[in-house]
C-alpha cells in the first residue's frame, strides 16, 4: 500500500515562496516516479511539475517553468515542490502523485498516468 502524505500549504501574499512536501509510506521509493497536480474551484486537476525515479529529469507546466522547482530526497522517502514569485492564479488544492516504473527513467505529465495520490494540501495566494 503506497501512502501520500501533502504537507506546506498555507495562505500567503502575491511574490512569497511556499515549499510543498509529500513523504511517501513505500519500500522501495526510488521505484517511483512523482508529481504534483493541482486543482483550483471549478477547474480540472493540472499538471504542475514531475520529476523520475532518481531524479535526473523533471517536467513543468508552462505556467510555472521558470518560478517552480521539484526535488526529490531519495533517502527521506520525500519529494518537494518549491513554489517561488506565487501568483493569485497557483490558488489551488495540490496533490502529490506516485507511479511505479522501477528501471524507467521517464516523467509522467498525465493524471491517468499517476496510480497513488495524497489527500491534498491547500495554497492560496492572495492579491
Known amino acids: 500500500q503506497v501512502q501520500l502524505v501533502e504537507s506546506g500549504g498555507g495562505l500567503v501574499k502575491t511574490g512569497d515562496s511556499l515549499r510543498l512536501s509529500c513523504a511517501a509510506s513505500?519500500?522501495?521509493?526510488?521505484?517511483?516516479?512523482m508529481g504534483w497536480f493541482r486543482q483550483a474551484p471549478g477547474k480540472d486537476r493540472e499538471f504542475v511539475a514531475a520529476?523520475?525515479?532518481?531524479?535526473?529529469?523533471?517536467n513543468f507546466a508552462d505556467s510555472v517553468q521558470g518560478r517552480f522547482t521539484i526535488s526529490r530526497d531519495n533517502a527521506k522517502n520525500t519529494v518537494y515542490l518549491q513554489m517561488n514569485s506565487l501568483k493569485p492564479e497557483d490558488t489551488a488544492v495540490y496533490y502529490c502523485?506516485?507511479?511505479?516504473?522501477?528501471?524507467?527513467?521517464?516523467?509522467?505529465?498525465?493524471?491517468?498516468?499517476?496510480?497513488?495520490w495524497g489527500q491534498g494540501t491547500q495554497v492560496t495566494v492572495s492579491s
Open positions: 502523485a506516485a507511479v511505479w516504473r522501477q528501471g524507467g527513467l521517464g516523467v509522467s505529465t498525465s493524471s491517468t498516468s499517476y496510480a497513488y
Open positions: 513505500v519500500r522501495t521509493f526510488t521505484g517511483y516516479a
Open positions: 520529476i523520475n525515479t532518481i531524479g535526473t529529469r523533471t
